[in-house]
T-cell receptor, first 114, second 116 residues
């Protein structure tokens, strides 16, 4: 059974801190892994996508890494800001005969305090 | 370039009625996916469609739920005889043509379905 686990479930930090969100997955073969942000009552905003052949991706203050051998991905947020407060979701896209379908973790709810 | 458009944003139905949720993918995208987010739970895959074809419906409940993506027009997720347990946020995503469906998925803002 495919499983994606995110730790911690919730995180509260003061503004300016660097932080790491963790994601672990059980599938050994994946097309890619995506990190999303979800604000309350809103849809998902794609932050970073790491292809299976890649080790990391960077966008601004965000850096995501992928280690397929250990089944782990991390999202690093540098110099956190109150506007970063949201739920962060990771999702794997496992290799399947019937094509793509994302399996999501339960998310990490991040609060950045001013 | 408009993103994935879902409507309505909010839908209220009474038990036993039908709910129709619409999704227009991004321009240039021919792969559409539906996901459901139940209260206090994560997103769960429901169905993957291409134009006029259901590719994978392994996440769809066996009864009352159906999905289509016609040659012309939006994708439709249809729920017949709704029950309270159908109350959830339903999200649609699309990915680019030519990627075999494995490109990045772009999500709409969702439809919040409430059953009275």
């Amino acid at each position: 059974k495919q499983e994606v686990t995110q730790i911690p479930a919730a995180l509260s930090v003061p503004e300016g801190e660097n932080l790491v969100l963790n994601c672990s997955f059980t599938d050994s073969a994946i097309y890619n892994l995506q990190w999303f942000r979800q604000d309350p009552g809103k849809g998902l905003t794609s932050l970073l996508l790491i292809q299976s052949s890649q080790r990391e991706q960077t966008s601004g203050r965000l850096n995501a890494s992928l280690d397929k051998s250990s089944g782990r991905s991390t999202l690093y947020i540098a110099a956190s800001q109150p506007g970063d407060s949201a739920t962060y979701l990771c999702a794997e896209d496992p290799v399947r005969a019937s094509g793509s379908r994302l399996t999501f973790g339960e998310g990490t709810q991040l609060t950045v305090n001013p | 370039n408009a993103g994935v458009m879902q409507n309505p944003r909010h839908l209220v139905r009474r038990r036993g009625q039908e709910a129709r949720l619409r999704c227009s993918p991004m321009k240039g995208h021919s792969h559409v996916y539906w996901y459901r987010q139940l209260p206090e739970e994560g997103l769960k895959f429901m169905v993957y469609l291409q134009k006029e074809n259901i590719i994978d419906e392994s996440g769809m409940p066996k009864e009352r739920f159906s999905a289509e993506f016609p040659k012309e027009g939006p994708s439709i997720l249809r729920i017949q005889q709704v029950v309270r347990g159908d109350s959830a946020a339903y999200f649609c995503a699309s990915s680019p043509t030519g990627t075999g469906g494995m490109g990045p998925q772009h999500f709409g803002d969702g439809t919040r379905l409430s059953i009275l």
